[in-house]
T-cell receptor, first 115, second 114 residues
Framework: EAGVAQSPRYKIIEKRQSVAFWCNPI?????LYWYQQILGQGPKLLIQ????????DSQLPKDRFSAERLKGVDSTLKIQPAKLEDSAVYLC?????????????FGQGTRLTVV | GNSVTQMEGPVTLSEEAFLTINCTYT??????LFWYVQYPGEGLQLLLK?????DKGSNKGFEATYRKETTSFHLEKGSVQVSDSAVYFC?????????????FGQGTILTVHP
């Protein structure tokens, strides 16, 4: 079974530029998550989709971050404009159902460096 | 709010030593508790979980018991191997309408020397 795919693996941009990350979840998984992991910290949820609807985006900085999940499958996360503090690993995860103790499967992440 | 606190790290051990990584939590309702592991160059993987008080999760020789009275979920292994070197994250999903959202601790780096 294929896992969660993310691209690119690495990205370096200058501050005030824009960047986009792509995620393809495990086939059949209704729930998709984007987490931000700053160096030395645990991942923090940015946004959660159930199919193509947003369930939780309370921690998403909406003035610069946006995300969409077209047709309830792939998802993109965009930052525009980027700030230095956005340097982090962006993790995509998916699960069958976004409830209770359902296991979430994580991709390898995209490491973003903003200079 | 919900939060997870892990012991200060990193942790360095010799092969076959006993491992404990402490984890305590604060949560609304009755959370489910997890340990995730991140091996070098790989994504986060579920190591074990427990969904109610006094449950013990176990996998690959690792164990953790859900202690409601002390709000803890400490990770233990009797004899570590070099291949266990990784970053370990304690996490929870709060009870109620949390929709599967994971709240993570800050992670503990484990290095095991031969």
């Amino acid at each position: 079974e294929a896992g969660v795919a993310q691209s690119p693996r690495y990205k370096i941009i200058e501050k005030r530029q824009s960047v986009a990350f792509w995620c393809n979840p495990i086939s059949g998984h209704a729930t998709l998550y984007w987490y931000q992991q700053i160096l030395g910290q645990g991942p923090k949820l940015l946004i959660q989709f159930q199919n193509n609807g947003v369930v939780d985006d309370s921690q998403l900085p909406k003035d610069r971050f946006s995300a969409e999940r077209l047709k309830g499958v792939d998802s993109t996360l965009k930052i525009q404009p980027a700030k230095l503090e956005d340097s982090a690993v962006y993790l995509c995860a998916s699960s069958l159902l976004g409830q209770g103790a359902t296991e979430a499967f994580f991709g390898q992440g995209t490491r973003l460096t903003v200079v | 709010g919900n939060s997870v606190t892990q012991m200060e790290g990193p942790v360095t051990l010799s092969e076959e030593a006993f491992l404990t990584i402490n984890c305590t939590y604060t949560a609304t309702g009755y959370p489910s508790l997890f340990w995730y592991v991140q091996y070098p160059g790989e994504g986060l993987q579920l190591l074990l979980k427990a969904t109610k008080a006094d449950d013990k999760g176990s996998n690959k020789g690792f164990e953790a018991t859900y202690r409601k009275e002390t709000t803890s979920f400490h990770l233990e292994k009797g004899s570590v191997q070099v291949s266990d070197s990784a970053v370990y994250f304690c996490a929870l999903i709060a009870g109620g309408t949390s929709y599967g959202k994971l709240t993570f601790g800050q992670g503990t780096i484990l290095t095991v020397h031969p």
